[in-house]
Antibody, heavy 118, light 109 residues
């Protein structure tokens, strides 16, 4: 069974760094794009970016380019979303999702709640 | 404001057919396929329709998708109470990033 298991909720202060994870099970991690989607409180879905773990290719939304980094470790079938300096406006649920094509998210993780507050 | 435009809300009574629209441009819907996601309250989104009109296994045939030019539609027939959810359209943009619509809250009256 294809499954994505995300790391737990985080509470951080502005300016701190954070890396959240998404571990993949049941498929060839290196062979499929994997992406991240943001959902701010009470709001809709926003496409953050995608990674192809096999060659580390990435694509970012212009809104998130330079704000976050998407990476992966094929030895442990895990994708990451990294912030170097969090802002209060980063408070949201972040979902990882496996893509059957670069745009089709057919399996989703359970979401990671990131709360940033002073 | 999302590049893909959806109505914020839609409603229908049990058994009815409801249609949700998604409007884009030549750089996204006009030149790429459209996908639809369903998000039930408090849960992760789920892929409902991909490549304009394809259903993943397990999705009932009450759900159907179509695309014409720079617009797409999701139709739900035989509306049921557990169809109450937020529905999002999505597409790739030729500027090399993905897009979601703003979402449509479906209420079953």
């Amino acid at each position: 069974e294809v499954q994505l298991v995300q790391s737990g909720a985080e509470v951080k202060k502005p300016g701190e760094s954070l890396k959240i994870s998404c571990e993949a099970f049941g498929y060839s991690f290196s062979s499929h794009w994997i992406g991240w989607v943001r959902q701010m409180p009470g709001k809709g879905l926003e496409w953050v970016g995608v990674l192809h773990p096999g060659d580390s290719a990435t694509r970012y939304s212009p809104s998130f380019q330079g704000q976050v980094t998407i990476s992966g470790d094929t030895s442990i079938n895990t994708a990451y979303l990294l912030w170097r300096s969090l802002k209060a406006s980063d408070t949201a649920i972040y979902y990882c999702a496996r893509a059957s094509t670069i745009t089709t998210f057919n399996t989703w993780g359970q979401g990671t709640l990131v709360s940033v507050s002073s | 404001q999302s590049v893909l435009t959806q109505p914020p809300s839609a409603s229908g009574t049990p058994g009815q057919k409801v249609t949700i629209s998604c409007s884009g441009s030549s750089s996204n819907i006009g030149s790429n396929t459209v996908h639809w996601y369903q998000q039930l309250p408090g849960t992760a989104p789920k892929l409902l329709i991909y490549d304009n009109n394809q259903r993943p296994s397990g999705v009932p045939d009450r759900f159907s998708g179509s695309k014409s030019g720079t617009s797409a539609s999701l139709a739900i027939s035989g509306l049921q109470s557990d169809d109450e959810a937020v529905y999002y359209c999505a597409a790739w943009d030729d500027s090399l990033n993905g897009l979601f619509g703003g979402g449509t809250q479906l209420t079953v009256l």
